[in-house]
């Protein structure tokens, strides 16, 4: 038996400790100045300082499974590029994305919420970048952190409403305009217009049967919005993708925008008397 998202045996143990550390090769990284994660950009100056000797920058690979359901969380995850699910396992070998994670938040939630499980997987759905810290470490950060601390809470706040207007709308919404919302999202966390994309992952993050995916997908790219060619998408009309998407991508994204300001400065430390 296999995890339906990843792909991995169920006992697998090769999670996100094997993942490969960027950090030695990108040693610049870790600069503010140049940080791509909203959530870290955020963070006061100084507790962004007392962060970053402990952040080490890991690829994030397909189908990597970074943890499973109730299994202890290792790390936290800052991603810069690419998209992680929270995904919820049924009977019959069903899997169903419960919840996105890209450049704007972080996954490992559950520490910062004084749990260290969850009864969700959490894959990497779209490769990428993350910076990442061990949650021990990050729970011992976070009392020095009081200021992020308010950055996690409104962030706690963005994602439990992301998980709310998904429910509302795999229950209201067609398959195509989830399709379009999904592609919204995905595209708003990478910087890029082409990123990889199989099918059988677009089923499970929409929740849907793969031959509806199909009919979506070949939908949107004969209105000329996307183009998919060999488990790659191409957003070639942003504007008509967001015509074609449901309500539900446009609540999303004003609601973290309103609580997460993405161009906010981060604070600076107060002045020294
Ligand atoms: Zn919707």
Redesign the pocket.
């Known amino acids: 038996m296999t995890h339906p998202s990843s792909g991995r045996p169920v006992d697998d143990t090769a999670h996100a400790h094997d993942a490969e550390i960027l950090s030695a090769r990108w040693p610049t990284l870790h600069s503010q100045d140049y940080e791509a994660n909203r959530l870290l950009r955020l963070a006061p100056a100084a507790e962004y300082e007392r962060l970053a000797p402990h952040l080490e920058t890991v690829r994030l690979t397909r189908r990597q499974l970074l943890y499973g359901p109730n299994e202890p969380i290792r790390y936290v995850y800052f991603p810069q590029t690419g998209v992680l699910s929270a995904i919820s396992h049924l009977h019959e070998n069903r899997a169903v994305e419960v919840g996105t994670i890209g450049n704007e938040g972080m996954l490992g939630l559950p520490v910062f919420l004084m749990s260290d499980r969850a009864p969700l997987e959490a894959v990497v759905h779209v490769p990428g970048v993350a910076k990442r810290v061990s949650a021990d470490t990050f729970r011992e950060l976070l009392h020095d952190c009081s200021e992020f601390h308010m950055v996690l809470h409104r962030y706690t706040l963005a994602f439990l409403t992301q998980v709310a207007q998904s429910a509302a ?1 795999n229950r209201v ?1 067609s398959i195509t ?2 399709c379009a ?1 999904w592609l919204l999202m995905t595209h708003d966390r990478m910087q890029t217009d082409r990123f990889p994309l199989t099918q059988d992952l677009l089923a499970i993050m929409l929740g849907a049967r793969r031959p509806g995916v199909s009919i979506a997908a070949a939908g949107l790219q004969s209105l000329g919005l996307i183009q998919y060619t060999r488990g790659r998408i191409a957003i070639t009309d942003r504007k008509g993708l967001e015509n074609a998407a ?3 991508y446009g609540i999303v994204r004003q609601h973290l925008d309103r609580v997460l300001p993405p161009d906010a400065q981060p604070a600076t430390p107060p002045a020294s008397s």
Do not use: T
């Open positions: 709308c919404h305009e989830r919302r449901c309500e539900c």
